[in-house]
T-cell receptor, first 110, second 114 residues
Framework: AQSVTQPDIHITVSEGASLELRCNYS??????LFWYVQSPGQGLQLLLK??????LVQGIKGFEAEFKRSQSSFNLRKPSVHWSDAAEYFC????????FGAGTRLTVKP | DTEVTQTPKHLVMGMTNKKSLKCEQH?????MYWYKQKAKKPPELMFV???????INESVPSRFSPECPNSSLLNLHLHALQPEDSALYLC?????????????FGPGTRLLVL
């Protein structure tokens, strides 16, 4: 079955440290992949997306993600985390219907 | 402009009330979506409208009734809800609902059913 997996339910990093959030997908063809961020009680904001082409995509707020077909992964990275990055992060793919991972909650320590 | 707006932001209703949630976008998108999101869970798709026609209904109870008056507006009519329907209701839109598209989300309506 097609699915998206975010292995980490909760991650804590120190402010200024680097961040990597993992996402794996299960789908035969190249899916349309997305990362969304959700602050408490808010809607989902699109961080970045991958459809085709360059496998390293840049997004808003200093985030980037790399598509690796061999590993069926689309991990999100940021070189230096800010306190305002604390939120829930959802990986998703869209192949006629949007499927979300379970989400990773990011806590940022001062 | 990639903005989807939703009203109201918060709604408290009793189980016998009738209320409506509203969603609006002016991006020229022809597909609009309703999602339900419980705490600490990902959004769950409820309905999809494509070109003002209901194209997907994910076996949602009839106490939820969607309506798409035009390509910019999407409503969700609520009647005789249960406490377990309390959740964040998110609206989204995309180009035309043919799949493999970016969906843009509104801020949501936080619903509490007493």
């Amino acid at each position: 079955a097609q699915s998206v997996t975010q292995p980490d339910i909760h991650i804590t990093v120190s402010e200024g440290a680097s961040l990597e959030l993992r996402c794996n997908y299960s789908y035969g063809a190249t899916p349309y992949l997305f990362w969304y961020v959700q602050s408490p009680g808010q809607g989902l904001q699109l961080l970045l997306k991958y459809f085709s082409g360059d496998t390293l995509v840049q997004g808003i707020k200093g985030f980037e993600a790399e598509f690796k077909r061999s590993q069926s992964s689309f991990n999100l990275r940021k070189p230096s985390v800010h306190w305002s990055d604390a939120a829930e992060y959802f990986c998703a793919y869209n192949n006629n219907d949007m499927r979300f991972g379970a989400g990773t909650r990011l806590t940022v320590k001062p | 402009d990639t903005e989807v707006t939703q009203t109201p932001k918060h709604l408290v209703m009793g189980m016998t009330n009738k209320k409506s949630l509203k969603c609006e976008q002016h991006m020229g998108h022809r597909a609009m979506y309703w999602y339900k999101q419980k705490a600490k869970k990902p959004p769950e798709l409820m309905f999809v409208y494509s070109y003002e026609k209901l194209s997907i209904n994910e076996s949602v109870p009839s106490r939820f009734s969607p309506e798409c008056p035009n390509s910019s507006l999407l409503n969700l009519h609520l009647h005789a809800l249960q406490p377990e329907d309390s959740a964040l209701y998110l609206c989204a839109s995309s180009q035309d609902g043919t799949g493999r598209e970016t969906q843009y989300f509104g801020p949501g309506t936080r619903l509490l059913v007493l």
